[in-house]
């Protein structure tokens, strides 16, 4: 009998199990059996050639049209042609040696069988030769399976790596597979209410169909299971945290929070007072908030932060916003000290001190807002990971804002939560990019979600467009001339650039999948402002802003760029998020389609802040019809950036998603897919939920508990134990 977690070296042997773990990192019964097949191959079924592509490790079915000897080029001897049709197109299959013998024994014409090894394209004018260099292969005449089973079965085809052929999985799963017991963590009342299948009848169905509908009530079974486990862990950690001792934080009738509100130059829009609303009142209460804030560019977030901040200074406390850049710490600091007016310096209703520590401040500084801090004397303290390091203290930490809380990882935003002193402190993050529902049910599950949809009143609409600049130069020339135009009206421009100009490589979010051919370098910052500068917009006052400046000069140029002492301001993605200059009114992203979609809808809100229109002109070589093409239109055709973070996702794995969240390793998720199964995460929620609810130590669910310890000791799920 075997187990899930046995090893798989005890249940196949060394030499089985060593090329699954060193190929795939398979290294137990269970991550075998929940490697999944990527699809059926059924006879008669071929796989179309002219979908291969040059250079991917490809499984092909195909049956044999001709196999003839060729003379060598170089040397004596001849080699093996084997010609593999799917009806259409052919593909070359090249053996040598002693198994050019075997092959031309086994692969004689009209036999149909999977060859599997890395596609080579050679095209010369319209001829296309598709090759396979002595790919592994086996008939389905030769397999002992197959013989009983092909005719009607699908056969599963893995994916699988070089030097590991997708059969030599299929016997490794049909080893452990006949033998396998195991306890099935779901309860059986909701496979009924679900009509789900069992587990064990689950994986053999997926891994040794009679049929495809039994496929498919395998997936349904399996999407479920990793809907559910993720779900439960996630519950179970509310319902822990909800235990968790806090200070209250209520506030005051007449302190800090109320003379800031009296001093807004704006109305606070009906979704800011909603939202202030709900985290007020967790604040107030005795076990720690954790708030998810995620809203629109531009809707407002730093003000809703801001007004829980001043709720907890006048509760006693102090609040730590963690800011991912130095950039963007400076900027905060900028902008509070800004909006508290003499209320960050004491004033008549004595306000509070607002330091700012970062890594790279002078020791005098760094001293005094270590200072402030430790004494309590700073109710907010601004900073980047800094902040985090262990000989900076606080007083009383109350409230922790996580500013774009994907930057930081897992052990830094522990570190900074752990420094609470007496009860843990409330946790705030933020993000900026908006999360699909079905996304923030996986991913963040145990925060309460809170979003902010509506603009603030006075943000003009930003008008987007795409500039062909390989197909259409004159469009190029038309982008500088308009930054000339808006500077000539007293305005500001952003030029964004993908890179800094040295060998550090790609800062923004390079997509290497568009093209075989070999990509230039990205443009950057320096390149492009030396090229503008001497260029179409030479007279211009330009300025280059990037993460490898030294710090004072970061700070000095966008304080600068901020007066409006630079008409231009060239810069890697530094200026992403957080960057608030009303009166710049057009931002040009140079190499567009190297950046992802979340990204470019950032950027953009950058401009048309300050109630003039804005302009975002997306430059590119992409051709049109391509993937990276398409991006960039949905970008232009939409302001919504909830309509946007969807297409992103639609575009990426489910893993490259949550992986970045579980501390960037590999997603669990094998089958579930975020967008088009929300009403599986929904119904795997209600009854994770309604099962820990009613059994909190799932006394009476002991495999579930095993499942949900093993998920949570895991270090891919570090992310959910420690968020």
């Not at 269970?30 to 059924?42: D, F, I």
């Not at 004596?76 to 259409?88: A, E, F, I, S, Y």
């Not at 030097?163 to 080893?175: F, H, Y």
């Not at 008549?348 to 020791?363: N, Y």
Request: proline content about 5%.
């Amino acid at each position: 009998m075997t187990r899930f977690d046995e090893p798989l070296k005890k249940a196949l042997g060394d030499k089985t199990a060593a090329p699954l773990e060193s190929a795939l990192g398979i290294a137990t019964v269970g991550e075998l059996l929940r490697h999944y097949p990527r699809r059926y191959a059924q006879r008669g079924e071929l796989t179309p050639i002219a979908s291969l592509e040059h250079d991917e490790h490809a499984t092909v079915v195909g049956k044999v049209s001709a196999a003839m000897r060729r003379p060598m080029k170089n040397r004596q001897g001849t080699w093996l042609d084997v010609q593999v049709t799917d009806g259409r197109d052919k593909l070359h299959l090249a053996f040598f040696g002693k198994g050019a013998y075997v092959a031309e024994q086994r692969l004689t014409p009209g036999t149909e069988a999977m060859f599997s090894g890395k596609v080579n394209i050679f095209a010369t004018g319209k001829t296309r030769r598709v090759s396979l260099a002595h790919p592994d292969y086996e008939s389905f005449d030769e397999t002992p399976e197959t013989v009983e089973e092909f005719a009607t079965a699908p056969v599963p085809i893995y994916p699988s790596a070089q030097g590991l052929a997708t059969w030599k999985i299929r016997r490794a799963v049909r080893t452990v597979i006949d033998v396998l017991t195991l306890e099935d963590p779901l309860p059986a009342e909701v496979r009924e209410r679900h009509e789900l299948s069992a587990l064990d009848v689950a994986l053999r169905r997926i891994h040794r169909p009679r049929d495809m509908g039994e496929v498919s009530q395998a997936r349904r079974r399996l999407k479920f299971d990793e809907a559910f486990v993720l779900q439960a862990v996630l519950v179970r950690r509310r319902l822990a945290a909800s235990a968790w001792p806090a200070r209250p934080r209520p506030g005051a009738e007449d302190g800090l929070l109320r003379a800031f509100e009296g001093r807004l130059p704006f109305q606070l829009t009906e979704g800011q007072l909603a939202v202030g609303a709900e985290i007020a009142a967790d604040l107030a209460l005795e076990h720690p908030m954790h708030r998810l804030l995620q809203g629109e560019v531009g809707a407002g977030k730093t003000v809703v932060a801001l007004r829980a901040m001043l709720q907890v200074v006048d509760s006693g406390g102090q609040a730590a916003l963690l800011a991912p850049t130095e950039v963007l710490a400076q900027q905060h600091h900028r902008s509070i000290v800004k909006m508290l007016g003499d209320l960050a310096t004491g004033g008549m209703f004595g306000g509070t001190a607002v330091a700012l520590l970062t890594g790279s401040m002078g020791a005098a500084a760094r001293r005094s807002a270590l200072l402030d801090a430790a004494s309590g004397s700073a109710g907010i303290v601004v900073g980047t990971h800094a902040l985090l390091q262990e000989h900076v203290q606080f007083a009383d930490l109350g409230l922790v804002v996580v500013d774009e809380q994907h930057r930081f990882g897992v052990e830094q935003r522990d570190a900074l939560r752990e420094k609470g002193g007496g009860g843990r402190p409330h946790v705030l993050v933020m993000t900026a990019t908006p999360i699909p529902r079905t996304v923030a049910m996986t991913v963040f599950g145990d925060l309460e979600v809170s979003t902010l949809t509506q603009l603030p009143s006075g943000r003009a609409p930003i008008s987007t467009h795409v500039v062909p600049a390989a197909e259409k130069p004159r469009f190029l020339d038309r982008t500088w001339e308009r930054v000339r135009e808006e500077v000539g009206l007293g305005r500001q421009a952003y030029i964004v650039c993908p890179r800094i100009g040295d060998q550090e490589g790609d800062e923004g979010d390079l997509d290497k999948a568009d093209s075989e051919e070999e990509r230039r370098p990205p443009l950057a910052v320096l390149d492009v402002a030396e090229a503008l500068s001497g260029g179409p917009l030479q007279g211009l006052r330009i300025r280059v802003l990037h993460g490898k400046l030294p710090p004072e000069e970061k700070d000095g140029v966008m304080t600068a760029f901020s007066r409006g002492e630079i008409d231009v301001l060239v810069a890697t993605t530094v200026i992403e998020v957080g960057v608030d200059v009303p009166n710049s009114s057009v931002m040009i992203i140079m190499d567009a389609d190297r950046f992802g979609v979340s990204q470019l809808h950032q950027l953009r809100g950058r401009v048309g802040r300050g109630g003039l229109p804005g302009l975002c002109l997306l430059v590119s070589e992409a051709p049109e019809g391509t993937p990276a093409r398409a991006r960039l239109d949905a970008v232009a055709g939409t302001l919504d950036g909830f309509e946007l973070s969807r297409v992103d996702l639609e575009q990426r794995r489910e893993g490259d998603v949550l992986g970045a969240a579980q501390s960037g390793r590999k997603s669990s998720l094998k089958m579930l897919q975020l967008l088009r199964d929300e009403d599986v995460i929904e119904a795997a929620r209600t009854e994770a939920m309604s099962v820990l609810v009613g059994d909190p130590d799932l006394e009476a669910h002991p495999a579930l508990r095993s499942e949900l310890d093993a998920m949570v000791a895991d270090e891919r799920a570090e992310y959910l134990e420690k968020a």
